[in-house]
């Protein structure tokens, strides 16, 4: 059975009998190309699709367009590899960024110590660990605005904590949490601690 990007009818992705996963179904039902990835870039599932789309060719199940076969054949899209002793995606642009976030997961980073962010979209940077056990870097704090985190100033903190209803902030995993709590930790605020929310 043949199965076309261009011209399939939802029906036909329903009546194949040949374990589709969610993303190439609704690729396949939607005319969506594969080269337009429905996953986020980087995230396991986006790697996923070029694999299963690459199988699902080679086993004659699905057939792509001329662009679509060539960047499977001609790349290792989806696949992985050994670099400096981190599993990489290859064929995958990745920035220094990126290679530092995958070297992290490959060690014991320290978790829930908010620190100084050297490069970044955010002045601060924190690793949590998620409900579901992954490592999870989370970035906060005005770098371009120019605004000056003022904790050193009661009336400042009571003000901010009120505005950003700070006490209703409880999940570790939101850059909020750490913002409301920012003034706790000695490494943000020039070794000093200062009580309550920020």
């Not at 996963?21 to 594969?34: F, M």
């Not at 002045?123 to 998620?130: A, E, Q």
Request: hydrophobic fraction near 30%; include cysteine.
């Amino acid at each position: 059975m043949s199965i076309k990007f261009v011209d399939l009818l939802p029906f036909v992705v329903d009546d194949c009998n040949c374990n589709l996963s969610e993303g190439i179904k609704y690729h396949l039902t939607n005319n969506i190309s594969i080269l337009e990835n429905v996953y986020r870039p980087s995230s396991k599932k986006y790697f996923e699709l070029f694999q299963e789309a690459r199988e699902l060719q080679n086993q004659g199940i699905i057939s792509l367009t001329e662009e679509e076969s060539d960047i499977l054949k001609n790349t290792n899209l989806g696949k992985f590899g050994i670099y400096e002793g981190m599993k990489v995606p290859l064929d995958f642009p990745m920035s220094h960024e990126y290679l530092m976030e995958v070297k992290q997961g490959n060690k014991n980073v320290e978790l829930n110590k908010p620190k100084r962010n050297p490069s970044g979209k955010k002045k601060y940077v924190v690793f949590v660990k998620t409900p579901k056990g992954t490592i999870r870097k989370i970035q906060f704090g005005d770098v371009h605005g120019g605004l000056k985190a003022r904790v050193a100033n009661p009336e400042a903190r009571r003000l901010f904590s009120k505005r950003h209803n700070c006490p209703s902030k409880n999940d570790k995993t939101k850059a909020g949490y750490w913002t409301c709590r920012m003034n706790r930790y000695p490494a943000l605020n020039n070794g000093k601690t200062y009580p309550g929310f920020w």
